[in-house]
């Protein structure tokens, strides 16, 4: 009988949110365990937590493969090699392949700093984001996350909740902010599919 999850978490930068999904498994409040690290780059931190957590981890870049149909063929390899059952995207940049996308729907889910559909798409990741919610003086921000499709951004809401911005806040301070929730946000939306999924196994 199942009786844990196996997630695949995919990085880009220092891993805040791996960590905390890491911690969470640990601790037993997601009913799940961290069986690979996908990384975009190489030299980020997120990879170090990933070692440091004794979890395995890849470098995958599509543009270090002859074409993109073996680079497509390769991801869903590496997931089925670790018996993925949730994607979870945890500040990774790049667009997931769709054939990825369609073996995994319903089962990979993204953070977005910012309340969705604002401030969303292409570029609108990290700092980039706080600095354009600051811009356009808006008087709230927050935390979307989201069921991942072939569009950045996109797919369907799972949870959202909001924090305020004050006029004298520098992106680097409302970012400490947003980053508060989503280390507590997302953990839950993960545990809810997590339970989900194992539901669906023991039946």
Do not use: W
């Not at 970012?175 to 539901?199: D, G, Q």
């Amino acid at each position: 009988m199942a009786d844990k999850v196996r997630l695949a978490v995919f990085i880009s930068g220092s891993g805040t949110n791996l960590q905390s999904i890491i911690d969470n498994c640990t601790s037993g409040f997601i009913p799940g365990e961290v069986a690979l690290v996908v990384s975009s780059k190489k030299d980020v931190y997120g990879l170090v937590r990933a070692e440091k957590a004794g979890i395995e981890s890849v470098i995958y870049r599509r543009k270090s493969f002859p074409d993109g149909k073996i680079a497509d063929d390769y991801l869903l390899d590496l997931l089925d090699k670790y018996k993925i059952d949730i994607i979870a995207l945890a500040g990774y940049l790049k667009m997931v392949p769709p054939v990825v996308v369609a073996r995994y729907r319903g089962r990979i889910v993204n953070i977005h700093p910012a309340l969705l559909p604002k401030y969303s798409g292409k570029g609108m990741y990290g700092m980039s984001v706080h600095r354009a919610v600051i811009e356009a003086k808006e008087k709230e921000s927050g935390v979307t996350i989201h069921a991942v499709d072939e569009v950045y951004d996109h797919g369907r809401i799972l949870a959202r909740e909001k924090a305020p911005v004050f006029p004298e806040d520098t992106p680097e301070e409302l970012a400490a902010r947003i980053l508060k929730i989503e280390h507590t946000l997302y953990p839950k939306v993960i545990r809810e599919l997590s339970e989900e999924i194992l539901k669906a196994k023991r039946q």
